[in-house]
């Protein structure tokens, strides 16, 4: 099966059953297509700990819900529940944001059209018995480009 590449990979650095070790994000980054995009997810984490991620090239870019940055994130109250985000608060003139929660390969077409995001962000909604599915990642890339 030719998977189709994502843009960016998220390496769970926070309390969750999907949590590695610095030591394995660097391990699972050497095995990255060098066009793919490396976040690092924290919560409540030390700068200090979350920028050695980056100077040692683990990462190279930070998702937090305290730190002010580039890009929004619009994600269910509780991320990684697999419950829907309401697209319906998203404000029409937001600034460029990731739109995650609940999205899925069905869904994740008209999350796009009726919300205009940047990027999405997937992790349960691609997962069969809790374990990343190849098919369902490839899907879930497909109709988000294609808009199906």
Known sequence: MNIEKPDYIGF????????????????????????????????????????????????????????????????????????????????KNAPPFFLAGGLTPQNVAEAIARTAPFAVDVSSGVETNGVKDPQKIAEFIRRARNGE
């Open 12 to 91: 769970v650095f926070t309390e969750s059953r999907r949590k590695i070790s610095p030591a394995q994000a660097a391990q699972l980054r050497k095995n990255l297509h060098p066009g793919i995009i490396s976040v690092g997810v924290f919560v409540n984490e030390t700068s200090e700990f979350m920028q050695a991620l980056v100077r040692n090239g683990v990462i190279d870019i930070i998702q937090t819900p305290t730190h002010v940055g580039e890009y929004l994130i619009f994600d269910s109250p509780n991320p990684g529940s697999g419950k829907p985000f309401d697209w319906d608060i998203i404000p």
